[in-house]
């Protein structure tokens, strides 16, 4: 059993690349999240990192929060990896889709790294993607829309049938998002030893996106309501 990380932003395609990994037979060693020190962010999806933090603990699979200035992105990046790879990691999972810049700087940097590239949802249809997604049990809800398409009363939506329904009728929106028009935080899934109940949260504007801004979220058993 190959050991492996998964590339982690808290949303749902990483997280479905890293469960589609593990019944592939992957051992998920860890998640390995990029963040802003400055703000306590992560650098993909602007994430507070303790929300990150309590997916990790839900998951029960351990978490590198790795800081970056943002100018050294690459360079950091890729020396975590080779550490990772000091301790037996030889795979990194993406949930990467159909962006081709992306694909070919997460080989750049897992080249020299040492590390082999996985993106379980590459090339593959976005509606199906969604749909298995939904139909695995995942639970995830908005966190981020691009102001100029989506407005703020997208956000905390949950994605399930209705949401793609809805999101179907806007011709400018991918349904995974993947040109960033929204972004999501999972709360819970069939790999999910707790699930997170967000219970406070602020709807803020940052320049061209609106944020759901989380103030509480507690980790409930998965049984309990």
């Not at 020190?37 to 992560?42: H, I, L």
Request: hydrophobic letters at 40%.
């Amino acid at each position: 059993m190959e050991k492996a990380f998964v590339s982690w932003s808290g949303g749902k395609d990483c997280c479905q690349a890293g469960y589609l990994a593990q019944l592939e037979g992957y051992e998920i060693r860890y998640l390995f999240n990029m963040i802003n020190p400055g703000v306590q962010r992560s650098c993909s999806h602007g994430i507070a990192t303790r929300w990150i933090q309590l997916q990790s603990e839900a998951l029960q699979i351990p978490l590198i929060q790795q800081p970056t200035s943002g100018n050294d992105y690459e360079k950091v990046f890729v020396e975590s990896l080779i550490n990772l790879k000091k301790e037996g990691i030889t795979v990194g999972i993406f949930g990467d889709i159909d962006f081709l810049p992306h694909l070919e700087w997460i080989q750049k940097v897992c080249d020299r790294a040492g590390i082999r590239p996985i993106l379980p949802l590459w090339g593959k249809d976005q509606n199906a993607i969604m749909q298995n997604f939904i139909k695995a049990g995942f639970q995830s809800v908005v966190i981020a829309t691009r102001a100029d398409i989506l407005d703020k009363e997208w956000l905390g939506r949950r994605i399930d049938d209705r949401f793609l329904a809805d999101l179907a009728k806007l011709k400018q929106v991918t349904p995974c998002g993947e040109a960033g028009e929204y972004h999501t935080l999972v709360i819970n899934g069939p790999f999910f030893k707790k699930r997170l109940e967000i219970q406070e949260y602020q709807v803020v504007r940052r320049q061209e996106h609106w944020f759901m801004d989380i103030q509480k979220c507690i980790l409930r058993d998965k049984e309990q309501r």
